[in-house]
Nanobody, 115 residues
Framework: QVQLVESGGGLVQPGGSLRLSCAASKSIYTFNVMGWYRQAPGKQRELVAYVTNIDYTNYADSVKGRFTISRDNAKNTVYLQMNSLKPEDTAVYYC?????????WGQGTQVTVSS
């Protein structure tokens, strides 16, 4: 069973930065796509960013220019660097991966942006 484990969430002030990590239990070369989603209270889960196995990236309009997704194949880890954080970025952030056989989700990590 594939496992994805997120880390790096926490409480940060507006304008601050956080880096989320998603560690996979198998080589991330086997994933066609890996991405980050988020879900704020009372809202639907939404796509934040994704990266493909050929390093194509895409971002939600709300985070373009502030967030960066990247892969470290040697560490089987995907990162989400979040800069210039805003209160509206507050949510549980989830890692998702797709390997052609199915979707896999992490357990989520809480990000709270507040002064």
């Amino acid at each position: 069973q594939v496992q994805l484990v997120e880390s790096g969430g926490g409480l940060v002030q507006p304008g601050g930065s956080l880096r989320l990590s998603c560690a996979a239990s198998k080589s991330i070369y086997t994933f066609n796509v890996m991405g980050w989603y988020r879900q704020a209270p009372g809202k639907q889960r939404e796509l934040v960013a994704y990266v493909t196995n050929i390093d194509y990236t895409n971002y939600a309009d709300s985070v373009k220019g502030r967030f960066t997704i990247s892969r470290d194949n040697a560490k089987n880890t995907v990162y989400l660097q979040m800069n210039s954080l805003k209160p509206e970025d507050t949510a549980v952030y989830y890692c998702k991966a797709y390997d052609g056989l199915g979707d896999y989700w992490g357990q989520g990590t809480q990000v709270t942006v507040s002064s």
